[in-house]
């Protein structure tokens, strides 16, 4: 069983909005924190946002706060990034993760992960 499956990336005009959404399994959701990571062509991954359930926090990154949501369905099966007044900046292949140290949500690294899902493309044009 895949343990992150990530859907919804499409290209969209700037300005516009996208939803994109992540489905896990139980095991996985028990993991201490879910985020998204963004991953442009040339650039090093990035974190975007993280959600830690446990103590209701979430993270952003300064790039998309005010922009971006992240949320968690109720039933913690589908983690969901909610972008809003897309830029061409934020064009990028976006990916799900969760991490299992609960001390890394704040500031999740790449190395940080135990999951990924397989990514999702977002296009914005300039």
């Known amino acids: 069983q895949v343990p992150l499956v990530e859907s919804g990336g499409d290209s969209v005009q700037p300005g516009g909005s996208l939803r994109l959404s992540c489905r896990y399994s139980?095991?996985?959701?028990?993991?201490?924190?879910m985020g998204w990571f963004r991953q442009a062509p040339g650039k090093e991954r990035e974190g975007v946002a993280t959600?830690?359930?446990?103590?209701?926090?979430?993270y952003y990154s300064d790039a998309v706060k005010g922009r971006f949501t992240i949320s968690e369905d109720s039933a913690r099966t589908t983690l969901y990034l909610q972008m809003n007044s897309l830029k061409p900046e934020d064009a990028a292949m976006y990916y799900c993760?969760?991490?299992?140290?609960?001390?890394?949500?704040?500031?999740?690294?790449?190395?940080?992960?135990?999951?990924w899902g397989q990514g999702t493309q977002v296009t914005v044009p300039s």
């Open positions: 993760a969760a991490v299992s140290d609960g001390s890394r949500c704040r500031a999740m690294m790449p190395r940080d992960v135990t999951f």
């Open positions: 139980e095991y996985t959701s028990r993991l201490a924190c």
């Open positions: 959600i830690r359930p446990s103590i209701m926090s979430k």
